[in-house]
């Protein structure tokens, strides 16, 4: 891609993380502070007349989304698959690739030292 956007999204939730063993701390629910990055990209061609390869203000769908279907949310009980960060980058990507067909990446932090991210 020539061009790339992304947004930055904030939302808190908790998880527990199956398939560990017991004393392991991601075994217990417990909660993070997460962000989400979404990245869209276009070829120069694709921009659209203004230049933008989105607008931004279209992206407020999936901030109304994020704060009605996982804020102060249990994972485990929103999304069929163990909620990983991994997991939770690629089912937002495959939720919201429609609507947004230049998307490219999703990044998730459960910290400001972790991330994960999803490039299809």
């Not at 392991?24 to 921009?47: D, F, P, T």
């Not at 230049?51 to 009980?77: E, T």
Request: hydrophobic content about 40%; some cysteine; proline content about 5%.
């Amino acid at each position: 891609m020539a061009f790339r956007i992304t947004k930055k999204f904030e939302f808190s939730a908790s998880h527990r993380l199956a398939g560990l063993a017991p004393e392991h701390q991601c075994a217990r629910m417990h909660g993070h502070n997460y962000v989400i990055e979404l990245e869209l990209g276009a070829e120069e061609k694709n921009l659209s007349p203004v230049g933008f390869v989105r607008d931004y203000g279209d992206l407020s769908s999936f901030k109304i989304w994020l704060d009605n279907h996982l804020d102060h949310r249990h994972l485990n009980d929103v999304m069929d698959e163990n909620p990983t960060a991994e997991n939770l980058a690629a089912w937002i990507y495959r939720t919201w690739s429609m609507e947004f067909p230049e998307l490219t990446g999703v990044s998730i932090s459960e910290t400001p030292k972790t991330w994960a991210e999803y490039r299809p």
